[in-house]
Each structure stands twice: as structure tokens, then as C-alpha cells.
């Protein structure tokens, strides 16, 4: 899994992942709070909002 290449959707992230959409959301969470990840919105497209 690439996350090199800048924010991706959350659909993005969980299918290599191997996770759920609802799972990916409780992991970014707690990465969030970790401080290993932010949610930035994309003005372009809603949905992409995570940045690893």
C-alpha cells in the first residue's frame, strides 16, 4: 500500500488494507489521536479527507 502519494478516500486505504470501511474509520480515529494522521478536507472531492 502506497501512502506516499498524498490523501487518499477512505475506500482507498481500507480495500489493500483488507478492512472495512467502518474498521479504516476506527483505526484513522485513533491514529488521528495518536497523531500519526490528519483528516484535511479536499475542496475537489468531499470524501478524500485523510492524510497518513
Same mark, same amino acid.
Given at each position: ?13 481500507? /480495500?489493500? &488494507? =483488507? ?7 476506527? $483505526?484513522?480515529?485513533?491514529? /488521528?489521536? &495518536? =497523531? ?7 475542496? $475537489? ?8
Amino acid at each position: 500500500m502506497n501512502l506516499t502519494r498524498g490523501p487518499m478516500a477512505s475506500g482507498e486505504l481500507a /480495500e489493500p &488494507a =483488507g478492512l472495512t470501511h467502518g474498521a479504516l474509520t476506527v $483505526a484513522v480515529d485513533r491514529l /488521528e489521536r &495518536a =497523531g500519526f494522521a490528519e483528516r484535511v478536507r479536499d475542496p $475537489a472531492e468531499r470524501m478524500r479527507a485523510t492524510r497518513l
